[in-house]
């Protein structure tokens, strides 16, 4: 069998159609007069540019799909990431919190300290005064009973 008549049997386009694609191929696109001439050929045999159009179709919905697929996967990375920086920073915090937990307890403690030692000091400041108060008394009676006792 002849390559022409093998080509018109397994595209089902008639040899002058064939022709008339080949042509428009060779021909160089100058503008809507050559498009309706492709136009004109699929419009005469729907067949073709159904199967052009579901085939591009198809491919279309295809890439979509991939890019669908492509999109999902940098957002559940992104949305991973964003997760995995999550727990870095609440370890950080956590470890931090603790830290500053040691502080808070170290200077209640020291404040406590110095809560007592305030206490025990105005205790012996009292204490003290007291004392002063009872020598400066005796000091005074001595002088009194000095007085009378040897007049100057």
């Known amino acids: 069998m002849p ?3 093998q080509a018109i049997l397994e595209t089902g386009v008639g040899l002058d159609k064939l022709e ?7 021909e160089p696109v100058h503008g809507p007069s050559s498009a309706s001439k492709s136009s ?6 729907n067949r073709t540019t159904t199967d052009d159009s579901s085939a591009a179709k198809v491919e279309r919905k295809r890439k979509r799909m991939i890019s669908n697929r492509e999109s999902a996967r940098r957002s559940r990375w992104r949305k991973k990431k964003h997760f995995e920086d999550l727990i870095d920073e ?4 956590c470890v931090a ?3 500053l937990g040691e502080k808070l307890g ?10 007592r030692e305030n206490q025990w000091l105005h205790s012996e400041r009292a204490s003290l005064y007291a004392m002063l108060l009872n020598l400066h008394r005796i000091s005074m009676d001595a002088r009194s009973r000095h007085q009378i006792i040897y007049p100057d």
């Open 3 to 5: 390559l022409r008549d």
């Open 20 to 26: 008339q694609l080949w042509s428009l191929l060779q």
């Open 40 to 45: 004109n050929i699929f419009n005469s045999d």
């Open 90 to 93: 609440m370890h950080r915090l």
């Open 97 to 99: 919190n603790h830290k």
């Open 106 to 115: 170290l200077v209640v403690y020291r404040c406590d300290e110095m809560h």
